[in-house]
Nanobody
Framework: QVQLVESGGGLVQPGGSLRLSCAVS????????IGWFRQAPGKEREEISC????????EYAEPVKGRFAISSDNAKNTVYLQMSSLKAEDTGVYYC??????????WGQGTQVTVSS
């Protein structure tokens, strides 16, 4: 089984930056993708970025393109989400997830990000 643990959330002012980390452990050989999702208050959870572990290919949702960057350190089994130019609408609980099929089937517990002055 794969376990994921997010960290790095917190309170930041608009325009600020945060880096989230997703530590991946367990049997990871079958998993090829790690994604970041967020859920804002009163809204459904949305996928915002993902990375293919083998070839490093990345994808971003339109609201975060140009502001967020996903990366992986395979030696540390950690995936990062560097968030810059943060806006109030980026507030929410951020989750990382893993997949071995097109379905995201392993999830972390989430980390809160609050963008407020």
């Amino acid at each position: 089984q794969v376990q994921l643990v997010e960290s790095g959330g917190g309170l930041v002012q608009p325009g600020g930056s945060l880096r989230l980390s997703c530590a991946v452990s367990g049997y990871t050989l079958d998993y090829y993708g790690i994604g970041w999702f967020r859920q804002a208050p009163g809204k459904e959870r949305e996928e915002i970025s993902c990375i293919h572990i083998i070839d490093g290919a990345t994808e971003y949702a339109e609201p975060v393109k140009g502001r967020f960057a996903i990366s992986s350190d395979n030696a540390k089994n950690t995936v990062y989400l560097q968030m810059s130019s943060l806006k109030a609408e980026d507030t929410g609980v951020y989750y990382c997830a893993a997949r071995s099929t097109p379905v995201w089937d392993r999830w972390g517990q989430g980390t809160q990000v609050t963008v407020s002055s």
